[in-house]
């Protein structure tokens, strides 16, 4: 025990490293975990990682989904609604037909039920590599928001396929009908359970007597306790954890305080960010247990079904994608959308965003390795090794492409009217005035008696004043930036201060610790406000 736990520190530290690597090269994380992954595969240390599935979909799945489902703005996922829901069910279940016939016909002996099983296992993209890539290059931000809400709802479709194709393998028997049925039940079940467990928790952060780190700890068994939930009575755990997580993300100003709202973000910031890590690099660790289990089947072979596959699946998504985007322009004569024309541009990026993780290898790894009778399972350790090319191949080729394809298609925001800096002027200007509206009509007498309500009400003026200078052009051309350097040069003076006072006995250090955290804070404010400032000075 006490060996693997000192292995996966030595994991997390190349993590790191390798994060360090990627942010160096202005490459996605994800990318160079993988090939980092392959080459530590080859080291006798690392050689013998295997990944158990059920650990991927219990322990790394629930808290992924659910980080993601607080990080998608529901404003956006419901305006998108259509197009993500299109992506989420109907294209991957026709990705899963078209790599159903295709493995069919190409590979001798794979029956059409191993196929639906292959393309259950492959058609959902992981949108973590693409929307890391994205946030590195200017796109606009209704692409990003559609890639965000696919990959919350289509692991959830895939993985239903990929239920009914198992069953269909096991059984020898396909009843579509009765799949018809069940696939909604599982669908709607998901939901209603993830709703309610999300009712429950909201109900406990609400109204029971929490601390910020009980609501922090209750904020990680969330997910688990959704997922757990669902999958008891044979539903969909992932659309349990999404549906869940939307519902209290949706809420997040009623149930958390302001201690629980900073700390937890911090916290899952964290949390996401090494269990993403630890996921992308065992995925690269696992082709030597991999091509150890083709048996039989050459691995040149293997390469040239996975090489093939992959070309078909990314033609696939390219031409759904293009499809939904006829489909939708034909729909806008008769319904309201959300973009009537949404041109050839924006469909050519969020097809060749279509790369493969960590849900395809984990439906791999949990195909069982006997059927009835104790036979093995007919070409378990091909799919796994089709499934590994197909990650890799889109991982490594499109990640590395998407940023080129995305600048020569020169995308444009035909949604966002007003630049992002002026939008921060407005909202700003717009918070300090009704401040000073509030402050002035509901404690106007206290003005003159009280010298802090009178400094409170002098800075909130005098932040309004700044930024109606800054939205009509008048504010000096260096003052924003003369400001902050000022005001960043001021905190840094009193953290100085501060850690002098720490030196002398007679104050506690916990109190010094609070104030230095309050800094922190004001720094954080400050930065964020002036965003565009901020380059030369961090």
């Not at 050689?47 to 607080?70: G, H, N, R, T």
């Not at 954890?241 to 700390?263: K, P």
Request: aromatic fraction near 12%; include cysteine; hydrophobic fraction near 50%.
């Amino acid at each position: 025990m006490q060996s693997v736990f000192i292995q996966y520190v030595y994991l997390i530290l190349i993590i790191l490293s390798l994060v360090m690597i990627a942010n160096k090269l202005r490459l996605a994380y994800p990318i160079i975990l993988v090939l980092g992954g392959l080459l530590l595969s080859f080291t006798a240390r690392f050689s013998q990682i295997e990944i158990d599935p059920e650990l991927v979909f219990f322990i790394f799945l629930p808290p992924l989904l659910y980080d993601a489902a607080w990080q998608v703005s529901w404003k956006e996922f419901w305006k998108w609604r259509r197009v993500i829901t299109s992506f989420a069910f109907p294209i991957v279940i026709l990705t899963s037909c078209v790599i159903a016939f295709v493995s069919y016909a190409l590979i001798p002996g794979f029956t059409l039920a191993l196929g639906f099983l292959l393309g259950g296992i492959i058609s959902p993209p992981d949108a973590i590599s693409a929307t890391t890539i994205m946030r590195r290059v200017k796109v606009p931000r209704s692409i990003v928001s559609i890639v965000e809400g696919e990959s919350l709802l289509n692991d959830a479709s895939s993985l239903i396929v990929f239920r009914f194709a198992l069953a269909a393998v096991i059984t020898g028997q396909f009843y579509f009908q009765d799949a018809a049925i069940s696939f909604f039940l599982v669908i709607v079940m998901g939901i209603l359970i993830g709703l309610l467990v999300g009712a429950v928790f909201y109900g406990i952060h609400r109204w029971l007597p929490t601390t910020p780190s009980i609501e922090i700890v209750l904020s990680l068994a969330t997910p688990y306790c959704m997922y757990y939930f669902a999958e008891h009575f044979h539903f969909s755990g992932v659309l349990a954890v999404v549906s869940g997580g939307l519902f209290l993300s949706n809420r997040r100003l009623r149930m958390l305080t302001y201690r629980s709202r900073i700390q937890g973000l911090n916290v899952w910031a964290t949390i996401g960010f090494v269990l993403n890590g630890l996921v992308f690099l065992l995925i690269g660790l696992q082709l030597p247990t991999i091509v150890r289990q083709l048996g039989d089947i050459s691995i040149i072979r293997a390469i040239g079904y996975g090489l093939i596959i992959s070309l078909v699946l990314i033609v696939a998504r390219l031409l759904c994608t293009f499809g939904a985007s006829v489909f939708t322009r034909v729909m806008s004569h008769f319904i309201t959308v959300a973009d009537a024309n949404p041109g050839w541009r924006g469909p050519v990026v969020i097809g060749w965003a279509g790369m493969r993780g960590v849900v395809s290898l984990a439906a791999a790894l949990s195909i069982p390795l006997l059927i009835n009778e104790g036979q093995p399972f007919p070409y378990r350790n091909l799919i796994l090794f089709i499934t590994f090319i197909v990650i890799l191949v889109t991982l490594v080729f499109q990640g590395l492409t998407l940023p080129f394809v995305i600048r020569k298609v020169r995308l444009k925001d035909k949604f966002t009217t007003i630049p992002e800096r002026e939008q921060e002027a407005i909202i700003q200007k717009k918070v300090a005035q009704t401040s000073i509206q509030y402050l002035e009509t509901k404690h106007g007498k206290e003005q003159v008696a009280n010298e802090h309500f009178q400094n409170l009400l002098g800075r909130m003026q005098l932040e309004f004043n700044f930024f109606q200078q800054s939205l009509n052009g008048s504010s000096p051309g260096n003052a924003r930036q003369d400001f902050q350097r000022i005001y960043l040069e001021l905190l840094e003076h009193q953290r100085l201060a501060l850690n002098e006072m720490n030196h002398r006995a007679e104050f506690d250090e916990d109190l010094i610790r609070k104030y230095l955290s309050l800094i922190d804070l004001e720094e954080l404010k400050l930065r964020e406000k002036f965003k565009d400032g901020t380059a030369s000075s961090e």
